[in-house]
């Protein structure tokens, strides 16, 4: 009660007529005076004095709401609790369904609800029950129970209950901070009850005010998140939620030059071809005069029939937002023939979208070793300090973006096949500290990021993971034909010694025909293609780049695609730096990530620079390692959690700041990309020294600039 003279004895009144269920046996009433300034005290003083089991607590200075229930419930003689404000908008009728509810569903807390009815109230402002509708909303999210009212005044709960919680809230946040401490607990048990609610306004004395809203919102997160890898999961969203402003402001689907522009070309070729043009010869394209602007880039192949060069792969994953852009060009009157606004707008919303995907599974992949706040470090870096940011906003129709996220969801489920728990390989090193920073983690999840304690979870090695990891590899492959190499994680997973490596080949064994499910599904996934190819060219395979592109696999261009000014990956995406030395982090920390990425970066690296065009033409730095940078932010995450945990001050700090800096020159590079202070493919020493701190280009960069040869390239040459 706070400055309620005109409400108190009208509130008393109702609550002592309230006929109590036949289970409850005692009743007492203690009014909690807030340090009132009106007659509200002296009024509940005067009512105490005339009715059995009513006391009267005044206190000193005017704390809250949380403050007065606190000193209510200390003084409390029952096992049982209900909080009833004296303003008289919760109506003292409802409580005996708020305590049927609580004893006869064997509840440890009850909740009033306003909301769950679908009622309105008279005086009851829209935006308030939208807020309030929203807030619970969320609350619901972050306890997993389902919450239709997270501030209505009435909550009943045993004593036992609060003084478990040890409540912090002294102001109308109490409410909020109960509910979900309350409700994390998934073996406190909680319901509901529908109540009246008779709004006041503020002239009546309503006393809740929009920084208390403010609060409460407040409230919700730091509660929900508490404990929780909050850290991470906030990071992937300010990454999206930037780089959706950033597109949206660009826009750069309106550009009749962009999107759909070089290799997209051909990986979109297929949408178009079959489901407008109907006609996957492409024999419409020959001197097409349609009312569609059409932009095809077709091969030939045997018996001079039209091949589109690249596979289908990410014409499968975009099916969808390629309809819904059908829809829109239909709707809006724009060119509805494969090529226009729409159709560009949802490519990038696909881009968006597989990005966030991939992060998604990065951060349950990174938690399963490393500290939410390092987890929170690694994603940041890989999304804005790497070419990725590039092929996700403004390349995202290359496919690098797609198969960064298919690659992650399958390192994912591979980690979840094998059940490798944290705890296997932190207990070797607690004495350096570094079990320390995962056994916070150990109580709460294993390598599969499932619930884990005592004796190990296995995961069921059932029919739908074996195809699921078969369908992923089947895309990834369609998508690059050599990432297929991604399978090394899926065989060497959690080893790291050789009785770990006979262990597995037993279980290969073992598991026999859900492997051979598992390759049933990647075929599956490839017979559309190998249709298509039996129909333009009469083979079931064919390498539709021609024979005058190829790989040299007797001589890679290993040292230049590192190093060279042109192209280097060092040189562009320093980060990559941090990711190779956290290799020998791996092995250290005797992680199950050890030899699985040991084993498929070397082969990643032959084969990405084996190809003609080592530097992969036009584009931003090394862009044929995006698709397995879930790997390599592994392994910088192992260097990171390293650098923490042995106790050196100097190693953290030297990790942390060439970390730190590799970030933001990646970021730099970025920015000088779109600038054209970094050339797409004719990048020399000089001009690299010339742009050197720059955003723009000098007057003289053009003019240091030196062009590849690609036709001496496709001879093997520059090498």
């Known amino acids: 009660m706070y400055n309620e003279a005109g409400a108190i004895t009208v509130t008393l009144e109702r609550v002592i007529n309230t006929v109590m269920p036949d289970f409850v046996r005692q009743v007492e009433v203690i009014i909690v005076d807030d340090c009132s300034t009106d007659d509200s005290a002296i009024l509940a003083e005067r009512f105490s004095t005339e009715a059995a089991n009513i006391r009267v607590i005044r206190l000193n200075i005017n704390g809250g709401k949380g403050a007065a229930v606190a000193a209510g419930a200390d003084a409390a003689r029952g096992d049982t609790i209900l909080v009833q404000d004296a303003d008289l908008e919760l109506d003292p009728a409802d409580i ?198 059409l932009l095809v880039w077709p091969e030939k192949g045997p018996g001079d029939k039209y091949v589109i060069k690249t596979t289908m792969g990410l014409s499968i994953l975009w099916l969808p937002f390629f309809l819904a852009g059908h829809v829109a060009a239909l709707i809006s009157g724009a060119d509805a023939g494969g090529y226009s606004e729409p159709y560009k707008f949802f490519l990038l919303v696909s881009a968006l979208l597989f990005l966030l995907t991939g992060l998604i599974y990065l951060r349950k992949i990174l938690l399963t070793q490393a500290t939410d706040k390092i987890t929170a470090l690694i994603l940041a870096a890989f999304a804005f300090g790497t070419n990725l940011y590039w092929y996700t906003l403004f390349q995202g129709t290359m496919a690098h973006v797609y198969n960064f996220a298919l690659i992650s969801a399958f390192i994912w489920y591979s980690i979840e096949w094998h059940d490798i728990q944290t705890r296997g390989s932190s207990t070797a090193h607690t004495k350096s500290g570094w079990g320390d920073i995962f056994r916070r983690h150990e109580s709460r999840r294993g390598w599969n990021g499932e619930q884990i304690s005592g004796k190990n979870k296995k995961t069921d090695r059932g029919l739908w993971p074996a195809a699921r990891l078969g369908l992923l590899l089947g895309l990834i492959s369609l998508i690059r034909p050599t990432n297929i190499i991604i399978v090394i994680f899926f065989l060497l997973y959690g080893v790291i010694t050789w009785n770990q490596m006979r262990e597995r080949a037993s279980a290969f064994i073992r598991d026999f025909r859900l492997l051979l499910l598992m390759a049933v599904m990647a075929v599956i996934i490839w017979l559309p293609q190998m249709v298509y190819w039996k129909e333009m060219t009469g083979h079931w395979l064919w390498f539709s780049y021609g024979s005058d592109e190829r790989f040299f696999f007797g001589d890679p261009a290993i040292v230049k695609g590192l190093f060279s000014w042109r192209k280097g990956l060092f040189i562009y995406t320093p980060l990559m730096i941090i990711s190779f030395t956290g290799i020998i982090a791996l092995w250290i920390r005797r992680s199950p990530h050890a030899l699985a990425v040991t084993a498929f970066v070397p082969l990643n690296i032959y084969i990405i620079f084996s190809w003609w065009c080592w530097w992969y033409g036009g584009g931003f730095g090394q862009r044929a390692f995006i698709d397995s940078y879930a790997l390599m932010a592994v392994a910088a995450a192992a260097l990171l959690s390293q650098s923490f945990s042995a106790g050196r001050r100097f190693f953290r700090v030297a990790v942390m700041t060439a970390f730190l800096l590799f970030a933001t020159l990646g970021i730099f590079n970025n920015i000088q990309y779109y600038h054209g202070a970094i050339h797409w493919d004719s990048m020399t020493r000089e001009a690299w020294v010339d742009s050197f701190g720059r955003v723009r280009p000098s007057a003289r960069f053009n003019d240091l600039l030196e062009a590849p040869d690609y036709e001496m390239a496709k001879k093997g040459a520059d090498r």
């Open 96 to 293: 005996p369904a708020l305590l049927k509810e609580y004893h006869e569903g064997e509840k440890e807390i009850v909740s009033g609800t306003r909301f769950r009815s679908g009622r309105r109230y008279r005086g009851h402002a829209g935006p308030a029950v939208t807020v309030n509708r929203l807030l619970a909303s969320v609350a619901s999210r972050m306890t997993g129970r389902k919450i239709t009212d997270l501030t209505c005044g009435y909550k009943l709960f045993s004593k036992a209950l609060y003084n478990k919680l040890n409540l912090k809230e002294n102001g109308f946040g109490f409410e909020t901070e109960l509910m979900i401490r309350a409700l994390h607990d998934r073996d406190i048990s909680y319901g509901e009850t529908d109540v009246t609610y008779l709004p006041r306004k503020r002239q009546e004395g309503k006393k809740i005010r929009i920084s208390d809203g403010l609060a409460i919102t407040g409230n919700i997160f730091r509660y929900g998140l508490h404990g929780r890898d909050w850290r991470s999961a906030l990071t992937i969203a300010f990454i999206i939620i930037f780089m959706t402003v950033n597109m949206l402001s660009v826009k750069h689907w309106r550009d009749e030059r962009r999107v759909i522009e070089w290799d997209a070309i051909s990986y979109y070729a297929y949408l178009p071809a079959a489901f407008i043009y109907h006609d996957l010869s492409l024999g419409f394209a020959d001197g097409y005069e349609g009312p569609h602007k």
